[in-house]
């Protein structure tokens, strides 16, 4: 008898509990949907290398903000998952500049999202937004914080355009 309970306790983390199978689900999802503007992960020197290029009054060689940036920054407002998970399934669905909590670089470098998540089930707008959630990890003061470290603007004056939240936080 014990020794059944202990084996069950050692094979049942083994089979795919439902957070292993949304995971899976909502990478599909992101894949098939999403990263074709929002690529999955973009490091800090990449993204100074973007910022560089639209300060130069150069054309952004992305689409949109990258994945790793926009899960921290839409945390950052709606940091409980139940929050995040309806802010992200209603905003890909019927997306717009006020509700947006990206930087205004954003809206301004990309524009308002196109509303991608109509042509989407219930389902995989849940399991997409689970995805993001989970898959990325951090703050976003960190992520800024680094993502500063060298080279404020381009000729060291001023703020970064990249600092100057969209809105405040409402707390
Ligand atoms: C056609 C390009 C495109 C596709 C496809 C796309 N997005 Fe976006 N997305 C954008 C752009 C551009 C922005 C930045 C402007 C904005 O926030 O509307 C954005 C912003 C976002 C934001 C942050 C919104 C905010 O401002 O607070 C989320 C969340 C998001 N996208 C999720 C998704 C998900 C999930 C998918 C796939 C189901 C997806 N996007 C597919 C272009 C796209």
Not at 28 to 52: G, L, P
Request: charged residues 30%; aromatic residues 12%; hydrophobic residues 35%.
């Amino acid at each position: 008898m014990k020794k059944t309970f202990l084996g069950l306790a050692f094979v049942l983390p083994i089979f795919a509990t439902p957070s292993e199978e949304l995971m899976k689900k909502g990478y599909e999802v992101f894949k098939r949907s999403c990263s074709a503007c929002h690529v999955e992960y973009m490091s800090h020197k990449e993204m100074r290398q973007v910022r560089m290029k639209v300060m130069k009054g150069e054309k952004p060689p992305i689409q949109a903000p990258p994945m790793n940036m926009v899960a921290l920054r839409v945390k950052y407002f709606y940091p409980e998952e139940d929050e995040f998970t309806e802010f992200v399934k209603d905003y890909i669905t019927e997306p717009m500049r006020e509700k947006g909590v990206c930087m205004p670089m954003a809206f301004k470098l990309f524009g308002v999202m196109p509303p991608i998540g109509k042509a989407l089930s219930e389902e995989e707008k849940e399991a997409v937004a689970y995805w993001i959630y989970h898959r990325y990890k951090g703050s976003w003061e960190e992520m800024m914080k680094k993502f500063n470290k060298h080279g404020r603007g381009m000729h060291g004056h001023g703020k970064s355009i990249m600092e100057r939240p969209a809105l405040q936080r409402k707390d």
